[in-house]
């Protein structure tokens, strides 16, 4: 069996999709990596990139070229998996009218037009959040990929960044695109000289570091920056939530608030479990964000096992055990 993994846009797609692969290497499965519309920074190396566009009139020549483009590799394949997003839709088109196995991953709590539309077509749609399932017909809950990162102790990762400080270290992510938003708020906290904040800025961002601060562009180990951390300022994107789970890191979750909203609905699942705090960002200013930190500081333990209830492990070997049996 050949499987083809079709993915691409930004990091909440190409995440799982990674992890899923992984699990098929280590299975010694046959498999190619196909990635669409990329708007983050990826390595070139295995994978074949094809045109996308949104589902739209504009959309409609990049997805007609990215058919074209990715006919061949879906045709040389016995199954092909979805994960999310306009980007899939050329090769999902191919294998629909090659009459392929097809399978569907949904990353978000509230389900995007792609996978509502494609779904009837998938012999199962692999859903991150519980709240998903409801709205497929065969939809099954299998929980977020993560892949396997290291967890270190947190002198040893801070010992690799050189940060020395004996104040609570605060990790802000922004998601693969970073935030704007959220640098503010790194800003925010430095100034009050109670953190050592260590921020992935992203593209929107610069490197540099002071006595209490460490702002950086890029990870090439995300690890460190987790396992630095004692607790964290996030975006609320299923690879963000899965990696806060993953490494037990308790968290205030500010969701984007555009494009559809979705992240508010992935945040409101884990915060009413119990594992995470959440603002909106609107109400996300200065004295609250303090209030809240704090809160997470001295409530660290019941957030931990908070999250080691929610964190499913090993979504990716699930998907690959249906897909295979």
Known sequence: MRILIASGGTGGHIAPALAFREELRRRNIPNELLLGGLKVRFPAGDHVEFSAGELNLRGIPKIVKGVFQTFDAVNNADVVVGFGGYPQFPPILNAILNNKSIYLFEPDALPGKSNKFLSPFAQMVFCAFREATKYFKNGIFVGIPVRKLPIIKKEEAMKILKIETSLPVVGIIGGSQGSEFLNGIARFLVNTGKFFVLA??????????????????????????????????????????????????????????????????????????????????????????????????????????KLEEYFLPDAERVMADYILT
């Open 200 to 305: 992935v800025v992203g593209k929107r961002g610069e490197n540099e570091e002071g006595e209490n601060y460490k702002f950086v562009k890029f990870f090439e180990d995300i690890s460190l920056f987790y396992c630095s951390s004692d607790v964290l300022i996030s975006r609320a994107g299923m690879s963000s939530i899965g990696e806060i789970a993953y490494f037990k890191k308790p968290a205030l979750l500010i969701p984007y608030p555009y494009a559809g909203g979705h992240q508010v609905f992935n945040a409101l699942d884990i915060y009413n479990f119990g594992g995470a705090e959440m603002l909106l960002e609107n109400n996300a200013k200065g004295d609250t964000v303090l209030e809240i930190l704090e809160k997470l500081l001295a409530n660290s333990e019941k957030y931990k096992k």
